[in-house]
């Protein structure tokens, strides 16, 4: 089913004129279940310094298994070395007869069935955590998860003999912690698979194949059952409130100053402070990440592989709802920027507002939250608000172009990609939810998504599945799947939060009307554009 309405993504191009670092285009792009984003970013691609850069490394855990308990298990960041799996990880001479290709002790590809077979546990043996995220992240690309869980519950039901008359308690006993960790790794960390009754069948299917063998199973199972079902309804709470939230948004124009409206208010009556209001940014876009499943970044590319005879998974559903309503709240935020500083009557006050959202920039910056950070500095950047000659001349800009550089696009966004792995560290190292915060530009990371699964072929002409390539798909998103687990630590103020969410926005046509009744045009092109709008918007002559 397709979504036929577009969405856009501003996107930094080039340096501009004028002092100023950006240009942006908007890009409009439909969703659909094909592909929620192709070719989102292909302006970049041909712009110097916009290459596709090496994802980052990441620390070295090892994850030890006891074949007596339950198998230990890792935060996302820390599943994977820079080679890949932790260095312990070695393949054996079977592995390599069984379909498992390695290169420098590192697994790179292999059939569907075989990396199926090297997912499911034994008795003495457990899956890598780095490789169970990156196989299941990635395996939706080649077999519906439901169809997944059935032929790992399948195998583990033949290969632990769960179908005898008489089961093998001793055996069972040291299997059964292990198929246990799995499944709850698994609904732990893509919680949306099991909102299909298939996926929980089968899950408690195999749980009451185990559980005769020891009682404790059944309680492990209902607390498996009843975390994901909290999870699941948590999420749901969290969809709902973002569809009421956009059904209530008005995006149509608002009135101008000959005609006041008394709905409309601007930001500065309901937030002065630009520390208190990046804070409530950083409410809303962790709210919002938080409700986005890792399984999106792969469900947002997907498309048809040439050498797969079958037909695409999930050609019958749209899968990337939360990524593209949180595409959606950084487009709306850019546009919220440029109205409120469109909006005042006297060049005064607009320069008070845009010094007021240069401030809101640099403590989201210190916050470590870029997606609004970008957001901001793209409203500012939009033409509407860059026209704006006299009411810059107002301005204190020495900050705003820090900001600036910063974000400066060269050299594929050097300068925030150094702050971004800066913010990185300081998570890792730290210790309050105020430091570990970690909110990166969004669009970018789509971008660097997008590239590497455009460059690399889901199968290699074998037929083999390449998971080299998934292994770097899984090291991104695993990155972005931690930040967006911090729990903010600022008080939210519910006022605040309505009016980001809810406030009358201009359309892009309103913009330049507003900027054009604010400073006149000053060349030909203008003064046409200005009397087009002011005839179709107002119908005034």
């Not at 993504?9 to 670092?21: D, E, T, V, Y």
């Not at 986005?292 to 019958?316: M, N, R, W, Y």
């Not at 900050?399 to 990609?417: A, C, S, V, W």
Request: aromatic share 10%.
């Amino acid at each position: 089913m397709e979504n036929e309405h577009p969405f856009q993504i501003p996107l930094p191009i080039s340096c501009g004129a004028q002092g100023r670092i950006f240009s942006y285009v908007q890009l409009e792009v439909p969703f659909c279940s094909l592909g929620v984003l192709p070719l989102i970013l292909s302006l970049c691609s041909s712009e110097k310094g916009l290459a596709l850069s090496k994802p980052p490394t990441f620390s070295i855990i090892q994850t030890t298994v006891s074949t007596e308990g339950m198998p230990q298990t890792l935060s996302s960041t820390s599943m994977f070395t820079p080679c890949g799996f932790s260095p312990h990880l070695h393949t054996s001479k079977e592995d390599e007869q069984g379909g498992l290709i390695f290169q420098d002790g590192n697994l790179t590809s292999a059939s569907l069935d075989a990396l199926i077979q090297h997912l499911i546990p034994t008795t003495d043996y457990y899956p890598e955590k780095a490789y169970i995220f990156t196989f299941l992240l990635s395996s939706r690309l080649f077999i519906e998860p439901h169809e997944l869980l059935s032929r790992v519950c399948h195998k583990c039901i033949e290969q632990q003999r769960l179908d005898d008359p008489v089961l093998d308690k001793a055996r069972i006993r040291k299997f059964g912690p292990k198929i246990l960790q799995l499944l709850t790794e698994w609904t732990e960390t893509f919680p949306y698979d099991f909102q299909e009754e298939r996926m929980i069948g089968h899950l408690k299917d195999m749980i009451h194949r185990i559980a005769p063998c020891d009682e404790a199973y059944w309680k492990k199972m209902n607390q498996l059952l009843q975390t994901l079902n909290q999870k699941l309804a948590t999420l749901s709470r969290g969809q709902e409130g973002i569809v009421k939230i956009s059904a209530a948004v008005s995006d149509k124009l608002v009135a101008f100053k000959s005609k006041p409206p008394s709905i409309q208010r601007e930001i500065l009556s309901v937030c002065s402070d630009p520390y208190t209001l990046a804070q409530q940014l950083t409410h809303v876009e962790l709210e919002r990440l938080s409700h986005i499943g890792p399984e999106e970044f792969v469900q947002a590319f997907v498309h048809k592989d040439p050498l797969d005879g079958t037909k695409t998974c999930f050609s019958e559903q749209k899968k990337t709802s939360n990524l593209e309503a949180y595409v959606k709240w950084f487009n709306r935020l850019c546009y919220l920027v440029a109205t409120e500083i469109c909006m005042p009557a006297k060049k005064k006050q607009r320069a008070q507002v845009i010094e007021f959202f240069i401030d809101v920039a640099r403590e989201c910056f210190n916050i470590g939250n870029f997606n609004s950070l970008m957001a901001i500095i793209s409203g500012m950047n939009m033409s509407p608000v860059s026209r704006l000659k006299k009411t810059w001349s107002k301005v204190k800009t020495a900050k705003f172009f820090i900001l600036e550089h910063q974000m400066d696009p060269t050299g594929n966004f050097y300068n925030y990609r150094t702050a971004l792995r800066g913010a990185a560290h300081r998570s890792l190292t730290a210790h309050s939810n105020r430091e570990k915060i970690v909110i990166p530009f969004f669009s970018l990371l789509i971008k660097d998504i997008y590239f590497l699964n455009e460059g690399c072929a889901n199968r290699l002409p074998n037929g083999h599945v390449n998971f080299e390539k998934f292994l770097e798909l899984a090291k991104q998103v695993g990155e972005f799947i931690t930040w967006k687990q911090v729990e903010c630590p600022f008080e939210q103020d519910p006022n605040i939060i309505h009016y980001l969410h809810t406030a009358p926005i201009f359309t892009e046509d309103g913009l330049y009307l507003a900027s054009y009744e604010s400073e006149s045009p000053e060349n030909q092109t203008e003064k046409d554009r200005w009397k087009s709008l002011r005839s179709t918007i107002l119908g005034k002559t």
